[in-house]
């Protein structure tokens, strides 16, 4: 399945720090990888201290907004 970040997302996955980054990508490619919600319904995954939420569009998963607790 192929990612894309919407512009928001991606100012933020750039403005926290590197470990939250990486956590952020490691759920990212983790929900990649699982099944894909129904079209057009927004999901969310959450890791230890960050999370996504994300939508589907086809093959085609579209990441919303990302954070951390950090």
Do not use: H
């Not at 192929?2 to 926290?16: K, M, Y």
């Not at 086809?58 to 919303?64: A, D, P, Q, R």
């Amino acid at each position: 399945m192929r990612v894309e970040l919407i512009q928001r997302a991606a100012d933020v996955l750039w403005d926290v720090p590197d470990d939250a980054r990486k956590e952020i990508i490691m759920i990212i490619a983790a929900v990649a990888e699982a099944p894909a919600p129904a079209r057009g319904v927004t999901a969310a995954a959450f890791g230890q201290q960050c999370w996504v939420e994300y939508m589907s569009r086809g093959n085609i998963l579209e990441v919303t907004d990302v954070g951390c607790y950090c």
